[in-house]
């Protein structure tokens, strides 16, 4: 559960809807509601409501009801329960399923020995088969009735209405029939095989629809459960759920991190694949963070826990995946349209087929026949799970390699980007500048280096800890009066000296010869300064990725502008933008107008994507179409940003990109398999070319197809590297 300024937002889960038109009826009656703002996922059974005024957990529970489901509130036990709950479903339902088989055989195998010359000899019996067809129709076939009644009392139609309608028509037909002896046909191996292999459809789509929430199940596996922690200075085991802020706990060999914390003491290295993808140890010593679930090697650890709960990092990924599967892609919205009046369209059609069929040959059985045909083939089930059971593996896949992903919306856009902005320092840089070069004028190396120290020891921007760093261990110097202007330096009074410290340009010295050469080089100069008078000029270097040049040739290769942004000059730009491999940058952008360049490049027409990893880089990655945060960024970027890339690499970009095409192309691939089954299926049901049994089996497999579609995105993997 989440809060914010516009009402907070809650998650339950939804019991008891069976197909397309369940959730979007849902859905639209929750958004009837007073307060209420719903998304309702039918693959992961969930509805996600943003509540404001006087709208609470007990109105939305009503709601629900009264459209025929239930809810239950979500929280840390609710998946627990939910995996028991649906197992003990599960498992009544194959129970069942082989009940009706066993009753269903004898009369579908009839069918087969009827078809020689004298193969009305071989019919059961009609009071047999009627002893057979009923427990089928009424006891194993009593769900579609139920969900039937509350989609009708809600004041919809779904999948259990076509079900229970076609095969009540086939079952009353063929009863009366039977009781008065008449001279016809009867159809009750048509109801009951229908029955059967719609309930098969539903257990292999459960059985399918279970392997989608895989990536989470995965990672919340991954924690472990107890703690060693540090207790009156004796070592003592507890669970993991009690531990707080501020609490020693110990990582022995071999053992996984219980909970996100700091290294005090010890050396070891981590395995973080679970978080970031890639397969190398990370070296960790004191002073080094450590997260949640990332397995120890040989050395042991002593950590103090800094993230507890629902506030480690595992938690955030387990959090933003599960409301990323929740959340609905743009293009999902034709299918929740169409699925809407889908019922009653079919409907329409089969009473249509059957006047028509009635009329024109004059044969009541076989005009009933044809219409149940067109309401079991015509299903909305596979046109429901089209899109969500592909966000669901595709997000999934995702947080395995290390990209996490805020809404389905970002990862359908992505795909179509043609225009992406990135920050140059910690996004195509390393982000840890260092002194290279010092150039002092008018007082020693050592003086001007301590005072350029005591001017930016409360900076927190790289250039700043750079120079810090560059100074040691010494003391640091007081300073008053201190002032920062954006973009520009810093500035205040050091021992009775009015100094500042900044870009050339505010000092005056843009035109310096030693300036110039070192902007050339690629190095962001400062120049320390006081009253008119330069003391000392100070060249800093942030290098550039590894994997930068090879991340901006890959985007280049999809046909993707990259443009650079950054507050130096204009020379030090073009040196790290050619070392990129980058032709287009802009230089000399203040933090404030880096989201102004980027509605600038949106003014274009084209989808605009922004790389950023700082605070200052959050208006303009919220103001891009699709917004990428790197993963050792502030915590306001990764806020701000729809795809958040926990290795700070710039090829996640890449990789965000290949798996928003994965996505949207399994997506295209199941709403094609979904409608074709409707588009060739109704037509040769309502034209007499479908019987009832061969449109169930169809309508089963068409939710089959789809779900096992959508599975084979497992196979997606980041491209250039190992990932799990």
Known sequence: ?????????????????????????????????AGMQANVNLAAERARIRLSGAADEAAVMAAVAKAGFVAELVDGQTREREKAEKLRIYQREIRRFWIAVLLTLPLVGQMLFMLGEHGHQNELPRWLQLALATPVQFWIGWRFYDGAYKALRGGGANMDVLVALGTSMAWGLSAVVTVFALPQHVYFEGGAAVITLVLLGKLLEARAKARTSEAIESLIRLQPKTARVERDGQWVDMAVDGLMPGDVFLVRPGESVPVDGEVVD???????????????????????????????????????????????????????VGEAQGSKAPVQRLADHISGIFVPVVC??????????????????EALINAVAVLVIA????????????????????????????????????????????????TLTCGQPQLTDSDPRRVTAGESLRLAAALEHNSEHPLARAIVAAYGDGAIAAVSGFQATAGMGVAGVVDGRSLRLGSPAWSGLQDDTVVRRWQQEGKTVLCLREGETALAVFAVADALRPTSRAAVARLRERGIRVVMLTGDNAATAAAIAAQAGIEEFRAGILPGDKAAVVTELKAGGQLVGMVGDGINDAPALAAADVSFAIGAGSDAAIEAADLTLIRSDLLGVGDAIDLSAATLGKIRQNLFFAFIYNVLGIPLAALGLLNPVIAGAAMAMSSVSVVSNSLMLKRWRPRGRISR
């Open 1 to 33: 559960m989440t809060g914010g300024d516009q009402g907070r937002v809650v998650e339950f889960s939804i019991g008891g809807m069976t197909c397309a038109a369940c959730s979007t009826r849902l859905e639209k009656v929750l958004n009837r509601q």
């Open 266 to 320: 010890g050396e070891s290295s981590l395995n973080e694949a679970m978080l970031t993808g890639e397969s190398m140890p990370v070296a960790k010593r004191a002073g080094d963070k450590v997260f949640a679930a990332t397995a120890n090697g040989q050395g042991a650890l002593r950590c103090m826990a800094t993230g507890v709960g629902e506030h480690t990092l595992l938690a955030g990924i387990i959090r933003l």
């Open 348 to 365: 329409a059609i089969a009473l249509l087929t059957f006047v028509g069929w009635w009329a024109v040959s004059g044969e009541f059985a």
């Open 379 to 426: 299903c909305p089930c596979a046109l429901g799970l089209a899109t969500p059971t592909a966000i669901m593996v595709g997000t999934g896949q995702g947080a395995r390699a290390g990209i996490l992903v805020k809404n389905a919306g970002a990862l359908e856009r992505a795909e179509k980007l043609a225009v992406l902005a990135l920050d140059k320092t910690g």
